[in-house]
């Protein structure tokens, strides 16, 4: 999936008749971080599409740290809590992974 830079310009939105700009706000992009969790979480994603969802996510954490109100000492004030890493990734020994079954 090519990246696309896409600039919205609320002004010349509002001048064209389009009226004022949709809001979306930190506590949205926190809820896509959860969504991309989720889904990838119960295998909603194949293989060859884990790199680009990956990406956004990446992308999205950083948006909302980098935006996300701090204190003096540079802990986040009353934001969404959005962790670069869900979790540790789960290990499987080979026993466990002879039990799976496998769906096409």
Not at 3 to 8: A, D, S
């Amino acid at each position: 999936m090519a990246e696309q830079e896409t600039t919205y310009n609320a002004d010349a939105a509002a001048e064209n008749g389009k009226g004022p700009a949709p809001e979306i706000n930190l506590g949205d992009f926190s809820v896509m971080v959860a969504i991309i969790d989720t889904v990838s979480k119960r295998g909603g994603f194949e293989g060859q599409e884990l790199q680009d969802v990956g990406t956004l996510r990446t992308r999205l954490v950083n948006f909302i740290n980098y935006h996300q109100p701090q204190d003096d000492a540079g802990n986040p004030i009353d934001g969404p809590e959005v962790s670069a890493s869900e979790s540790e990734p789960e290990t499987l020994n080979i026993d466990e992974a002879e039990e799976l079954v496998y769906y096409e």
